[in-house]
């Protein structure tokens, strides 16, 4: 069982859709990442949290640390937002702060 | 100032050949992580650095892999004998200090495929 589960795997949508990404994990933490990973590699850290929920832009992310989940929100949804978006987490007590990742969720937005 | 930067971006290696990945972190993080992403998968850990300390090679599939970082600064990722299973992007990522709560930065990664 993966310690990170991300849903959907595959996301399609219109162009100034909102858009809800969700993770769940399995596994105590010390914080929750939400990364995004464009065509070529390239990762880039949109979020780090442990509590609470935090905004940037267009972009939401919340946290529900008993429920062990988290969402990332996208409001009006744009082309340049197609990417892969990766969860992943610290674990509680972990001392060097490797990151443990779900598969990821493949954004899509049509134009 | 300049990112994580990782060399060669891409890289085909017949299978049994040696390989060498390199891998140049922020100037002045401490912390140094490489990951191995294979196609459609999330990236999962292969070693942690704290400065020249490799301090965890968990994550590493085989005694074929060897990574090393001599002056806390460059770490270089080293896959010898290749086999086709190894094919995969390989991500360095490094953070100031003590990533538990700090933000890592990733390089562009190597895609390794092996022939």
């Known amino acids: 069982k993966n310690e990170v589960e991300q849903s959907p795997q595959n996301l399609t949508a219109q162009e100034g859709e909102f858009i809800t990404i969700n993770c769940s994990y399995s596994?105590?933490?010390?914080?929750l990442h939400w990364l995004q990973q464009h065509p070529g590699g390239g990762i880039v850290s949109l979020f780090m949290?442990?509590?609470g929920k935090k905004k940037h832009g267009r972009l939401i992310a919340t946290i529900n640390i008993q429920e062990k989940h988290s969402s990332l929100h996208i409001t009006a949804s744009h082309p340049r937002d197609s990417a892969v978006y990766i969860c992943?987490?610290?674990?509680?007590?972990?001392?060097?702060?490797?990151?443990?990742f779900g598969k990821g969720t493949k954004l899509s937005v049509k134009p | 100032g300049a990112g994580v930067s990782q060399s060669p971006r891409y890289k085909v290696a017949k299978r049994g050949q040696d390989v060498a990945l390199r891998c140049d972190p922020i100037s002045g993080h401490v912390s140094l992580f490489w990951y191995q992403q294979a196609l459609g998968q999330g990236p999962e850990f292969l070693t942690y650095?704290?400065?020249?300390?490799?301090?965890?090679k968990s994550g590493l599939p085989s005694d074929r892999f060897f990574a090393e970082r001599p002056e806390g600064s460059v770490s270089t990722l080293k896959i010898q004998r290749t086999q086709q299973e190894d094919s995969a992007v390989y991500l360095c990522a490094s953070s100031f200090w003590g990533a538990i709560y700090n933000e890592q930065f990733f390089g562009p990664g190597t895609r390794l495929t092996v022939l």
């Open positions: 596994v105590g933490i010390s914080a």
């Open positions: 992943a987490v610290t674990l509680r007590g972990g001392s060097q702060g490797n990151l443990i």
């Open positions: 949290l442990s509590s």
């Open positions: 650095f704290q400065n020249e300390a490799q301090l965890d």
